[in-house]
C-alpha cells in the first residue's frame, strides 16, 4: 500500500473505532 493511502485508510479507521467507542459509551450512559 502507497503511503498517500496508508495514512488516511489509518485515520479513518481510527476516526471509525472511536465513533463505535464513543456510541457505545454513550449507550451506555443511558441504560
Known amino acids: 500500500?502507497?503511503?498517500e493511502y496508508y495514512?488516511?485508510?489509518l485515520g479513518?479507521?481510527?476516526l471509525s473505532?472511536?465513533?463505535?467507542?464513543s456510541i457505545s459509551d454513550f449507550?451506555?450512559?443511558f441504560q
Do not use: E
Not at 17 to 21: E, K, M, P
Open 1 to 3: 500500500v502507497s503511503k
Open 7 to 9: 495514512a488516511p485508510a
Open 12 to 14: 479513518g479507521i481510527m
Open 17 to 21: 473505532i472511536g465513533v463505535q467507542l
Open 27 to 29: 449507550a451506555l450512559a
